[in-house]
């Protein structure tokens, strides 16, 4: 089946500790994403990715890395850095001649940070 | 930037009823999407827009690009309809895009 495939769908980390959260696409889009979605809150850009090797900060990069190595795959990794890491964590792709950014996201992870 | 709200944040109402959620939006935009998020987290593409009306099912968005207005339609609301409804606007690039906080919505039976 072509989709996302976001893991794990919950993920519970000590605080001080780094996590990288995996979204992985077989649609062959080349652009990804990555948002952080918090209650009462809309979704926020964090990074992303137009082609592999290339990647962009978004609106709250701060705290966060992404790499993309593979078209495939754009692994997010929260550091410790990050103050307020609980979030509800989602990944997007589209298509390279998407007129209008439409997006199809990944089911998303849960991380909670102890 | 572009600002999204979107009312009413919290919406309850009974099994039938015809529902309006509404968008506006500060910036012109390329496309407004229309998106639906479950308990489980997951989202969906409802409709994109870039003017007039689209219709899917029950399911009914229309945009006004002049006053940077959209609402959605739900006719013949059903539990299964319970969700949180998201609208986002995208300027045509290739960054993301900026969402609304979302509506609450709950049918009761």
């Known amino acids: 089946d072509g989709g996302i495939t976001q893991s794990p769908k919950y993920l519970f980390r000590k605080e001080g500790q780094n996590v990288t959260l995996s979204c992985e696409q077989n649609?062959?889009?080349?652009?990804m994403y990555w948002y952080r979605q918090d209650p009462g809150q809309g979704l926020r850009l964090i990074y992303y990715?137009?082609?592999?090797?290339?990647?962009q900060k978004g609106d709250i990069a701060e705290g966060y890395s992404v790499s993309r190595e593979k078209k495939e795959s754009f692994p997010l990794t929260v550091t410790s850095a990050q103050k307020n890491p609980t979030a509800f964590y989602l990944c997007?792709?589209?298509?390279?001649?998407?007129?209008?950014?439409?997006?199809?996201f990944g089911p998303g992870t849960r991380l909670t940070v102890l | 930037k572009n600002e999204v709200e979107q009312s009413p944040q919290n919406l309850t109402a009974q099994e039938g009823e015809f529902i309006t959620i509404n968008c506006s939006y500060s910036v012109g935009i390329s496309a407004l999407h229309w998106l639906q998020q479950h308990p489980g987290g997951g989202i969906v593409s409802l409709f994109m827009?870039?003017?007039g009306k689209k219709k899917h099912g029950r399911l009914i968005a229309t945009i006004n690009i002049q006053e940077k207005h959209s609402s959605l339609h739900i006719t013949a609301s059903h539990p299964r309809d319970s969700a949180v409804y998201i609208c986002a606007v995208s300027g045509g690039g290739a960054d993301g895009l900026t969402f609304g906080k979302g509506t609450h919505l709950i049918i009761q039976p």
């Open positions: 827009l870039s003017s």
């Open positions: 649609l062959n889009h080349d652009a």
């Open positions: 990715s137009q082609i592999v090797n290339d990647f």
């Open positions: 997007a792709t589209r298509e390279r001649d998407s007129t209008y950014n439409e997006q199809f």
